[in-house]
Each structure stands twice: as C-alpha cells, then as structure tokens.
Nanobody
Framework: VQLQASGGGLVQAGGSLRLSCAASGSIFSLNVMGWYRQAPGKQRDLVAAITRGGSTNYADSVKGRFTISRDNAKNTVYLQMNSLKPEDTAVYYC??????????WGQGTLVTVSS
C-alpha cells in the first residue's frame, strides 16, 4: 500500500485547509485510514481516523473544527480543517491500517498556521 498526501501549506489563524491522501496498491485490504500530526519536539499524535464503513474518531483538540471523510471509490481520505489555530502547526501524516492490522504511512505534509 502506498499513500500520497497533499494539501498542506501556510494559512492564517482562522483559515481553512483541506488535506488529501490517495491510496494505491492493495487497497482492498484497507480498513482504517486517518491523519496524525507531529509538531516540532513533540510526539506524533492521532488527529482523526475513519473506518471503511464511515465511523470516525477525533482528537479532542480538533473536534468541531476538523472533519475527516473518505471516498472509497477513489481510495482517498480527506481532512477538512477549519478555524485553524497556530497550535495546529505540524507535519501531518496520512496513515492506513489493513484488516490484518498492517500499518502504512504516507509522507508528511507541512501545515503552518500563522497568528
């Protein structure tokens, strides 16, 4: 499984960005897809995840501001980020887990929120 993330950039506080992550390869085996982020000097944390059936999970810090969605036909997961804050600045990583619990990571995409 290969994951290709895109959509990061520089945005002012209060603005919005949309991240995309396209999966290729053994995509039939994918169950959960999601986004993690890692700020400088901090650990990588879960931001949001979505199952193939559409069940979602969010970090408390992004609830109400971020929305994860998934297009199974396009093998793509999205992260709509609204009301961005400077503390959302991080490298965002796409991740996927198969039904056999193998995990894959995409390359990171940098999101910078200026105050």
């Amino acid at each position: 499984v290969q994951l290709q993330a895109s959509g990061g950039g520089l945005v002012q506080a209060g603005g919005s960005l949309r991240l995309s992550c396209a999966a290729s390869g053994s995509i039939f085996s994918l169950n959960v897809m999601g986004w993690y982020r890692q700020a400088p000097g901090k650990q990588r944390d879960l931001v949001a995840a979505i199952t193939r059936g559409g069940s979602t999970n969010y970090a408390d810090s992004v609830k109400g501001r971020f929305t994860i969605s998934r297009d199974n036909a396009k093998n793509t997961v999205y992260l709509q980020m609204n009301s961005l804050k400077p503390e959302d600045t991080a490298v965002y990583y796409c991740a996927a887990t198969t039904y056999t619990r193998d995990s894959y990571w995409g390359q990171g995409t940098l999101v910078t929120v200026s105050s």
